[in-house]
């Protein structure tokens, strides 16, 4: 059973860069027909698909971030990675990192809110 | 984007009680669809995918239904466990988006 962490600040100031990790246990970010995806969740709010990238490599990105989002893997570390610009108010969220096929999610980590404040 | 317009957006339920859920699509997506519960404080978890397939270890009292536009998510017979809130998900054209969500309370 594969297990996801993420990992990164609670709090990022107005206009800089959010990195988070998500660590990958019991799985390889390598191999397999499989999507890792991060998605977030404004507090009281619903759900926002931010993007995947697969294991060849390959990303999709949410046109609404795109301008400022990067996802990445590091193969020999069995991770993967958020990097998102120019943060705001509106990017206070709980982030979670997760693992699918083309078009759903089936294992997310228990996530971790980001607080956008100076 | 697709929009994902679920309704009610919220359900008073008695355990042994049959839950329905609806979820409809601003256009054609087949069965892309998928359902999850999200309890407080904690991660969605997957319990349907392609509109109908339950995912691996949920209850068979779950069951999802549709294609095209509409969608349903059923609860056979609620039990204590499954006081949550339910996102239904488009999986046709990225970016995916979500239902707005639908909170199942206690009666």
């Known amino acids: 059973q594969v297990q996801l962490q993420e990992s990164g600040p609670g709090l990022v100031k107005p206009s800089e860069t959010l990195s988070l990790t998500c660590s990958v246990l019991?799985?390889?970010?390598?191999?397999?027909?499989?999507?890792w995806s991060w998605i977030r969740q404004p507090p009281g709010k619903g759900l926002e698909w931010i993007g995947f990238i697969y294991s060849n490599g390959g990303t999709k990105y949410n046109p609404s971030l795109k301008s400022r989002l990067t996802i990445s893997v590091d193969t020999s570390k069995n991770h993967f990675f958020l990097k998102l610009s120019s943060m705001t108010a509106a990017d206070t969220a709980v982030y979670y990192c997760a693992r699918g096929d083309l078009t759903v999610a089936d294992d997310w980590g228990q996530g971790t809110l980001v607080t956008v404040s100076s | 984007d697709i929009q994902m317009t679920q309704s009610p957006s919220s359900v008073s339920a008695s355990v042994g009680d049959r839950v329905t859920i609806t979820c409809r699509a601003s256009?054609?997506?087949?069965?892309?669809v998928a359902w999850y519960q999200q309890k407080p404080g904690k991660a969605p978890k997957l319990l349907i995918y392609a509109a109908s397939s339950l995912q691996s270890g949920v209850p068979s009292r779950f069951s999802g239904s549709g294609s095209g536009t509409d969608f349903t998510l059923t609860i056979s017979s609620l039990q204590p466990e499954d006081f949550a809130t339910y996102y239904c998900q488009e999986g046709n054209i990225f970016p995916y988006t979500f239902g707005q969500g639908t909170k199942v309370e206690v009666k």
């Open positions: 256009r054609d997506i087949n069965t892309w």
């Open positions: 019991g799985g390889s970010v390598s191999s397999g027909s499989f999507y």
